[in-house]
């Protein structure tokens, strides 16, 4: 599958201000997954493969309280991470290819570079 394809998938599970849940880089950032809600379940994105993760939050952006305590829609401590932006682009380094996936969820910004990029709809998750 080639990047355009990809993202065609990614455009048609509708992300603009959808609030993400969950945020996750397991086996020494090898893999990354992004879980967000959407109206019909959730929508899980998985990068496998990776090579390089930067996310990088807004030093503007005060964080009020930990992650840790945030929960799905309960104020104070409500998850402040909305998808504004998802860009999948193929690039070439040393003759290898990759796909590079730019995230905008203000206050957090997330580049991955990585050789696989899976989107799918999940069933709603029970989040406490």
Do not use: W
């Amino acid at each position: 599958m080639n990047a355009q394809e990809i993202q065609k998938i990614i455009d048609m599970f509708y992300y603009l201000d959808a609030r993400v849940l969950s945020l996750s880089c397991d086996y020494f950032a090898d893999e990354v997954t992004l879980l967000y809600e959407d109206s019909e379940g959730n929508v899980r994105y998985i990068f496998t493969n990776c090579y390089d993760v930067s996310i990088k939050h807004s030093l503007k952006y005060d964080k009020l309280t930990s992650s840790r305590v945030m929960k799905y829609c309960q104020a104070p401590y409500q998850i402040p991470y909305y998808l504004q932006d998802v860009v999948v682009d193929e690039i070439e380094h040393e003759g290898i290819e990759f796909y590079k996936c730019k995230i905008n969820m203000f206050p957090m910004f997330v580049e991955i570079m990585c050789k696989i990029i899976n989107v799918s709809r999940v069933p709603k998750l029970k989040l406490k």
